[in-house]
Structures are given as C-alpha cells and as structure tokens.
C-alpha cells in the first residue's frame, strides 16, 4: 500500500464517463470501468456519481459484503486532498462513530442496570431485616 496512487477531487472529476468511471468511497479511489455492466443495482446509479464521492450512495443501499469486496478488488488509490478540496463524506465517521457511541451506550446501560439491582437489592436485605427485627420485637 506504500506506492498507493493519489488522485487530487480536481483528476477524479474527470473520470465520470462509462468507459471511464473513478469513484470517491471513504476517501478511497475505485476504478469502476469494468464494473459497470455487471452491476446489480444498474449502471445508471454509477454514472450519476462517476467522478465524484458515493459514499452516501454506496452505503445508504446498505451493499454486502461481497459488495465490498468487490471494491476492494477495483481500488486504484488514495484521494489527495487539496486546500480548499470539501470535506470527506462524514457517512463513515458517523456510522462507525453511531456504532462504537451506541455499544459504548449498550455496555454503560449494562452496568447502570446492575447497579440497580445491587441496590435495589441491598434496600429490599434492608427493608427485611428491618421487618424481622420489628417482628422480633412484638
Ligand atoms: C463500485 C461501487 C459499487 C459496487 C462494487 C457495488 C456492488 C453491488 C453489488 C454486489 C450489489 C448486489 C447486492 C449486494 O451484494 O449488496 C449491488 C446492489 C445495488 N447497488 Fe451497488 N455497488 C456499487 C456502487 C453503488 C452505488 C454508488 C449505488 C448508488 C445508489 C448503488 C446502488 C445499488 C442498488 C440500488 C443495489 C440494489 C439492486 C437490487 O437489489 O435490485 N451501488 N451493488
């Protein structure tokens, strides 16, 4: 992956044709030429982000991963970012940042709910020797 080639937004913009067809997908280059006959989702979807950034597009269809797969086998390089160049596509940084915030709030609902049962528990150990040391006394 050392020698990865770098495309500035500028050169990719210019592959937006179907016999010559560069996307943007996590910030990475894929040369889908070859691909575009044989796509399952039509060549159409592909044309309209040729050149640009489809990483919405890509994952908003939710793609196997066999899908990726495949992407992984096109890929041409790295895209070069340039001052001025618009930010990545955040869908990445918001999935994986959605999915390690709602485990992260998976596990923090997990321990909030054994501290209830601890002390709910300790209150109703409470509340019984309590009730025990009452009958006790009658
Ligand atoms: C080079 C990039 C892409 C690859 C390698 C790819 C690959 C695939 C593959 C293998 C499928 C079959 C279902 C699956 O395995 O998930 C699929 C379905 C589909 N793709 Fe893509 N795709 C790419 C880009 C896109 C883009 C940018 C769109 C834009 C919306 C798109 C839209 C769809 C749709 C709508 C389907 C569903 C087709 C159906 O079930 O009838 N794909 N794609």
Known sequence: ??????????????????????????????DCTSFVDEHPGGEEVLLDVGGQ??????????HSDEAREILDGLLVGNVKR????????????AASGSSSSSS?????????LYGIILIGGAIAYGVYNYLEAQKAQQ
């Open 104 to 112: 992260g709030g998976a596990a923090g609902f997990g321990v909030g």
């Open 1 to 30: 992956m050392s020698d990865a080639k770098e495309f500035t937004l500028k050169e990719i913009e210019g592959h937006n044709t179907k016999k010559d067809l560069y996307m943007v997908i996590h910030d990475k280059v894929y």
């Open 53 to 62: 950034d489809g990483t919405e597009a890509f994952e908003d269809v939710g």
């Open 82 to 93: 340039m001052p001025g160049d618009p930010e990545p596509k955040a869908h990445a940084a």
